[in-house]
């Protein structure tokens, strides 16, 4: 059984179930291998462009990378004071950027300690933020809503849909900016992208310059959000780079870039087994002790059909639906061809399970949460959490402890 799509090729020349015969299902497999290479074009994009690259926590947090990861990323992104507090606890040495679509007071103090770059999403922020932000020596940025989607199909992740409640529009902008306000800005913010690539990047850019670049003379940064696939194989990185110098040289900005998928694209596995098989009607179908809904809810979210190892390959001929142990009728990874039917106890590795996974599980169903482990570039495997009962249990009522 040979894969060697993206989401596998660092497995070239091995085998990876005897690789991991020893790791318990269902388990997050991170490749240490497969980290370096997204880490090393990262790289490349920032010495030959000048941009400043930071890791999106939201789509990767897993810390005992951060130290691997802060080889080649300016620093760290964050949604909040949990994961800015994150970003500044485990790559202490790092820039540590927040932006929040709005700060609690109670947590704006513990935000000023933590973080470097500051970004509103509003005028009302700015103004109820700003000044106290600025005192502190914060760098501050306001994101700026394009109005301008370059993405189809799902709303869920399109900024620019119709009433965003994201980033200001050129209207708010142009009508609540006083010279006090301009004055504290540091910077400008805008993210409208996910998964694309530079071409639409560029058109974006056109219409962020038209709205905004006359205000840019006063500010020393620019953020051009997540969302760029840079380390995709079919990434145009030649004509990332020749934006990020054009806005640097005619502007004299900073670019920042806040990619989360590029950073861990294909860098991650999960390893679950079969439990059981059986037909239905006209369908095969395959239980797994993992899920969508717990392990990997972009699945059902999204919605995408994460790869297999193996499956789908020519000459595959056996449908199977593979679905999950809890009650929600539709939580079913979907449905794979292979060459020959699944029985009790076989293993299945998903591919490109670092993004989006491992930040986004949860115990519904008391599902159990996946261990996670590193494969480190010698194929030793790390354990580097596992977790129980109490995990499921005290989130939902009072612990012993007190
Ligand atoms: C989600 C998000 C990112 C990262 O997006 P990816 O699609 O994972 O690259 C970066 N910045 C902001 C503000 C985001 O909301």
């Known amino acids: 059984m040979k894969d060697l799509t993206p989401p596998f090729r660092s497995l070239k020349g091995k085998d990876p179930f005897a690789l991991f015969k020893n ?10 291998k497969a980290l370096e290479y997204d880490g090393k074009i990262l790289k490349d994009v920032e010495e030959k462009s000048g941009a400043r690259i930071l890791l999106a926590q939201k789509a990767f947090s ?5 130290p691997l990861l802060s080889n080649y990323v300016y620093g760290t992104e964050a949604s909040g004071l949990y ?3 994150l970003g500044k606890e485990e790559m202490p040495d790092k820039e540590v950027h927040v932006f929040s679509a709005a700060y609690r007071e109670e947590e704006f103090e513990e935000i000023l300690k933590v973080a470097d770059h500051i970004v509103f999403n509003s005028i009302s922020q700015l103004k109820k933020y700003g000044e106290k932000a600025k005192g502190k020596g914060k760098s501050i940025g306001l994101r700026v809503n394009p109005e301008f989607s370059t993405q189809v199909g799902h709303d869920i992740y399109n900024p620019c849909a119709p009433g965003s409640r994201l980033g ?3 209207k708010n902008f142009v009508e609540g900016m006083t010279p006090e306000l301009l004055s504290l800005l540091d910077g400008l913010h805008f993210h409208t992208l996910c998964q694309q690539n530079s071409d639409d990047l560029e058109k974006t ?10 205000y840019f ?13 840079i380390t995709r194989d079919d990434y145009d990185r030649e004509r990332l780079i020749s934006l990020v110098k054009r806005v640097r040289n005619t502007y004299g900005l900073e670019v920042y870039l806040e990619p989360g998928e590029a950073v861990v694209l294909n860098a991650g596995y999960l390893l679950t087994k079969v439990l059981d098989t059986f037909d239905n009607g006209n369908t095969h179908i395959a239980i797994l002790d993992t899920s969508a809904a717990c392990h990997m809810p972009d699945v059902l979210e999204m919605p995408y059909r994460p790869p297999l190892y193996g499956a789908d ?8 639906r593979l679905g999950s142990q809890t009650c929600l009728s539709g939580d079913v990874i979907g449905d794979y061809r292979f060459k020959e039917p699944l029985k009790e106890g076989d293993y299945l590795l998903f591919g490109d399970m670092a993004l989006y996974t491992t930040c986004k599980t949860n115990t519904f169903n008391g599902m159990p949460l996946p261990s996670l482990y590193l494969l480190h570039k ?9 977790f129980g009962y109490e995990d499921f249990k005290y989130r939902l009522g009072r612990s012993k402890k007190e």
């Open 168 to 170: 200001v529009t050129e």
């Open 313 to 320: 390959l020519e000459g595959n001929e056996v449908t199977i």
């Open 205 to 214: 850019f056109d219409v962020v310059e038209k709205k905004f670049s006359p």
């Open 217 to 229: 003379s006063s500010l020393k940064w620019i953020n051009f959000g997540g969302g760029h696939h």
């Open 62 to 66: 897993n810390y005992d990378l951060y």
């Open 83 to 85: 994961e800015a507090r």
């Open 23 to 32: 790791v318990e299902t269902p388990s997050f497999i991170l490749d240490e």
């Open 378 to 386: 010698d194929d030793t495997l790390e354990k580097l959490a596992s």
